[in-house]
């Protein structure tokens, strides 16, 4: 069973910055992949940004340049730090995890919401 918790969403100006975190608990043996997916109102969920392993990341193109993911590997915790972040950003953030070879799971989400 593992549970990811998420924090750091809220509402911020255009312009503005946010961190998200987001630690895993509970009984695994190894964390592969963790990053972050968001959904817009009336919108599909999509991938934000993605760390593996081995220390490779991929960005959501309408992320590139302002979003950095990384991770903290003994403390199970990957963090999402979002800057010069526009009204198109708002969306619920959902972190998920690779969990050894083929399991998935996800956080309960945490909104943000930025104000124009």
């Known amino acids: 069973q593992v549970q990811l918790v998420e924090s750091g969403g809220g509402l911020v100006q255009t312009g503005g910055s946010l961190r998200l975190s987001c630690a895993a608990s509970?009984?695994?043996?190894?964390?592969?992949?963790m990053g972050w997916y968001r959904q817009a109102p009336g919108k599909k969920r999509e991938l934000v940004a993605v760390?593996?392993?081995?220390?490779?990341?991929n960005y959501a193109d309408s992320v590139k340049g302002r979003f950095t993911i990384s991770r903290d590997n003994a403390k199970n915790t990957v963090y999402l730090q979002m800057n010069s972040l526009k009204p198109e950003d708002t969306a619920v953030y959902y972190c998920?995890?690779?969990?050894?070879?083929?399991?998935?799971?996800w956080g309960q989400g945490t909104l943000v919401t930025v104000s124009s």
């Open positions: 998920y995890s690779r969990i050894g070879p083929s399991l998935d799971a």
């Open positions: 509970g009984s695994f043996f190894r964390i592969n992949a």
């Open positions: 760390s593996t392993s081995t220390g490779i990341t």
